[in-house]
């Protein structure tokens, strides 16, 4: 009968749509099924584990877990797996479940992206529908899916379809998470808690973590609230929430180095899989990790630092009633401002954030010659095609191992573009604050400002990078002609051969899935995810295309080796490709020449006001999008003009 | 602590990034206490400890195409391509040296001084001018560090190291030897005097 206790299963209501005509004889409320009365329409009540997690709206936190009248239904052995479920469900949830009515805002059908608000509508468009049950065989099936699905993935699998276009919770502004999200972080936090609680089954049950026990769920998480005077117990329990950033010493000398690359997607899909409950969402470069108060971070990550890398790390360690992902943000704002009343709430709750880095050991002295990859090991000697290279072993297995990437032979002498799309996940962090802030200002709600402080950002983040993953897929299905992909399964990085034409294809694919997945996500400078091309003859260095993709000033990153460096946001862009005319290059090359002499914008706009009727498009251009003509310039030369390149 | 603070302008600079292989060498955007030492050592003749951080906004990156001769076999090499800081605008760059203060060594001593940074001097590059000299005795902050130093000669600027990011700085024995010794990074955070800081930081420690 007891198979494992599937966390993920406990929101399985929010996926029936109990308005529907057929299900009106079961008088159905909520969306949990504690209540139903299976005798009464001759349905047979699941007996599963997983079954029990359909009480976990109805435990009062303050109520004893042994003697508490919330628990007296919920037989004893069952009852650690509810009281950590319900912890997990409080931490995974986008806004504090403890927070005050939040005013009549409404409900919502499907799921509301901060960054693609009409995701649920052109779904529907397409003739999807978010309810997975409607009907009364349906409903039937849950209560046998509860009994009989053996793993979390059979179900998430099964489901993905009606998961990711519901909530997590329909009333406004709950609607922001998918369900998917929230279920499947419900789940790992669940079990990671799980894999560390003592649970003592005597004549009373105990749980522990690390060493602490507790009796109520408000016993192990404290209070729920960060300043003020109200709510701000102590809990018992602490645990981690640790972004981790994955970087390498490397300076890529050969085309072969950027094995590296395929070295570090393969040791973090290895540490994904090994720690698949600990790791709450990933990128190529970044791990954000659940953890325990006493787990250690160097063993999970001992396998990067063998090979070189250093793990860059966040760690903020919290009652479980205030822990949430973005937390080390609040408590590093309130430090800088000086905040004493937050301050003091988190001091008083022994709240802690710390930035440290993961390294690899380090000798003390290195006799020369050290390696020109790394620069960290002792080196040997190596010849290759008559040059002298100094490259230590690992950096040498590295570049050997594996199918290297090499460039056609009709590029050679030609120019060509490296390319990485880029998710900075600070710069997520702050617009999803930001979108959430003006989603509840858009919003006729109580709380506004307690909304806004509380909003946890994890379970956002995550169904932000899956869409980024979906995009960056999305743009290769269209863009598998034009470039090239020099480490297969990279998405993140292409190539390809330099012309105008090419250059502006990449960037209108670039712009149409970008729009396609993020349309309410402004690409500006504090645009999470930028584009950045690199223009160069074949034999430029592969290093410096990697230093040009290390820190993307702004949404689309344009350089053309040793001529010019700028940065675009998608409004302008968009304006380029729409309105530039290739008569006006004469125009563009003589403002660009007045502003590098005067610096000034005031001699830029004279000569425009004096030409506006001949060079109409420029002079929309420059005062509808508002930048430097020199920019205007660089980007025509680059897609534009045929030969440009070759003449300067 | 105090520190002799040296604002300096330079016409164009290569402090390399030690990658002595291959056929291109990157340029640092700081002034490694290695540097210092060297430049010092060549024009005073005594160990004198300081970093430099050059000021944004008054240099640009660019390409210097070298062709080196093999003097023994009279054969020419394969040309290398160094990058090298060159002033942005008709001005020069401008750097900040900190020199640690001590006894033996006064303001006096850098007055109106010129001498040379970092490589290629036979080629122009590194010619560095004092300027101006104050005297600084900044706070000590939280924060990530904006210069590299050597690991050994933290105490000497008041650095303490909470977490640190290793690399390795070429340290001269005598005129042909020497050897990569451990030296802290950017970004290692660190109590420091608040020049030396890229960013105040407000993390437990």
């Known amino acids: 009968m007891d198979k494992e206790f599937i966390a993920e299963l406990h929101d399985i209501g929010k996926l029936l749509d109990k308005d529907s005509p057929e299900l009106q004889q079961y008088d159905l409320t909520g969306h949990t099924f504690e209540n139903f009365d299976f005798g009464k329409f001759g349905i047979e009540k699941p007996t ?106 059979d179900f998430l699998s099964q489901y993905n379809e009606y998961l990711i276009l519901t909530p997590e919770d329909k009333s406004k502004p709950r609607n922001i998470t998918s369900l998917y999200t929230h279920i499947e972080l419900v789940g790992k936090i669940y079990r990671v808690l799980k894999k560390h609680c003592e649970i003592k089954m005597e004549s009373l049950l105990e749980l522990k973590l690390n060493g602490e026990a507790v009796k109520t769920i408000k016993d192990a998480e404290g209070g729920n609230r960060t300043e003020g005077n109200q709510n701000i117990e102590k809990g018992k329990w602490q645990a981690r929430f640790v972004k981790c950033y994955i970087k390498y010493p490397h300076s890529f000398v050969r085309l072969q180095d950027i094995n590296l690359l395929v070295k570090r997607n393969k040791l973090a899909e290895d540490l994904v899989a090994k720690y698949k409950d600990y790791v709450m969402f990933n990128t190529f470069d970044f791990i954000s990790l659940f953890l325990p108060t006493g787990m250690e971070l160097k063993a999970m990550f001992k396998d990067f630092l063998d090979n070189g890398f250093f793990i860059e790390y966040i760690e903020t360690i919290a009652d479980l009633g205030i822990l949430r992902s973005n937390l080390d943000i609040k408590i590093i704002r309130a430090r800088k401002s000086n905040r004493s009343d937050i301050i003091k709430v988190l001091n008083s709750r022994n709240t802690r954030v710390y930035r440290k880095i993961l390294l690899p050991e380090r000798l003390d002295k290195v006799v020369p010659p050290i390696c020109d990859i790394c620069q960290i090991n002792p080196a040997k000697e190596r010849m290759k095609e008559n040059i002298k290279e100094w490259i230590c072993d690992k950096c040498y297995e590295v570049r050997e191992c594996g199918e290297s990437f090499k460039y056609p032979g009709e590029w050679q002498e030609h120019k060509i573009v490296w390319f990485k799309f880029n998710l900075n996940t600070e710069n997520l962090e702050s617009w999803l604050q930001k979108a959430f802030e003006e989603y509840i200002d858009s919003l006729n709600i109580n709380n506004a400002q307690t909304l806004k402080h509380e909003f946890r950002s994890l379970a956002c983040q995550s169904d932000f990078v899956k869409d980024y993953k979906y995009m960056i897929e999305a743009f290769w299905d269209k863009a598998n002609d034009l470039a090239k992909k020099p480490i297969s399964n990279y998405d993140e990085l292409g190539v390809f051969l330099y012309s105008g034409e090419n250059v502006k294809k990449i960037i209108e694919t670039f712009l149409e899935v970008y729009n396609e997945y993020f349309p309410d996500c402004e690409g500006d400078y504090s645009s999470p995810i930028s584009l950045s091309l690199s223009i160069s003859n074949v034999k430029y260095p592969i290093r410096e295309h990697f230093r040009f993709f290390e820190s993307p000033d702004g949404f689309l990153n344009i350089r053309n080796q040793n001529i010019f460096h700028s940065s675009y946001d998608k409004k302008a862009i968009e304006w380029l490709i729409n309105n530039l005319q290739s008569k006006s290059l004469h125009f563009l090359y003589k403002l660009a020449s007045i502003y590098e002499k005067t610096k000034s914008d005031i001699s830029v706009i004279v000569e425009i006001m004096d030409n506006r009727k001949s060079q109409q498009d420029i002079s929309d251009l420059y005062f509808k999008i508002n930048i430097p003509p020199e920019k205007i310039l660089n980007f025509y030369r680059i897609t534009e003009v045929e030969n440009e390149l070759h003449k300067t | 602590m105090s520190f002799i603070k040296l604002n300096v302008e330079i016409d164009s600079v290569i402090i390399g990034e030690r990658v002595k292989g291959g056929i291109y060498r990157p ?22 400890n300081g970093v430099g951080i050059f000021l944004k906004d008054t240099y640009q990156i660019k390409d210097f195409v070298y062709s080196v001769k093999d003097k023994f076999l009279e054969i020419a090499k394969m040309p290398f391509v160094a990058e090298y800081l060159s002033p942005k605008g008709n001005s020069k760059i401008k750097a900040e040296i900190y020199i640690v203060k001590n006894d033996e060594i006064s303001s006096e001593l850098f007055k109106g001084l010129e001498f040379y940074l970092g490589a290629l001097k036979s080629k122009g590059f590194g010619k560095t001018k004092v300027i101006d000299i104050e005297e600084v005795s900044p706070c000590i902050k939280q924060g990530l560090l904006n210069v590299r130093i050597y690991e050994d000669e933290c105490d000497k600027f008041n650095i303490t190291v909470l977490s640190p990011i290793y690399g390795y700085l070429f340290y001269p024995t005598n005129i042909v030897n020497g050897f990569y010794k451990r030296a802290l990074f950017e970004n290692s955070l660190v109590k420091a005097p608040e020049i030396f800081l890229k960013e105040e930081t407000f993390y437990d420690e």
Do not use: M
């Open chain 2, 27 to 48: 340029c640092l955007e700081t002034i490694p206490s290695s540097t210092i030492r060297g430049a010092f050592k060549n024009c005073l003749g005594s160990e004198i």
């Open chain 1, 48 to 153: 599963s584990l997983s079954w029990w997690a359909q009480y976990h709206h109805t435990i009062k936190d303050d109520e004893d877990l042994n003697t508490g009248d919330s628990w007296k239904d919920i037989p004893q052995e069952y009852r650690p797996d509810l009281f950590l479920l319900i912890l997990a469900d409080h931490l995974a949830s986008s806004i504090s479940r403890a927070l005050p009515q939040l005013g009549s805002a409404g409900k919502s059908e499907g799921v509301l992206k901060l960054w693609n608000r009409k995701f649920y509508e052109n779904e529907k468009n397409k003739g999807k529908y978010w309810a997975a049950f409607k009907s009364e065989v349906d409903l039937k099936n849950i209560f046998e899916i509860i009994n009989t699905v053996s793993s979390p993935e």
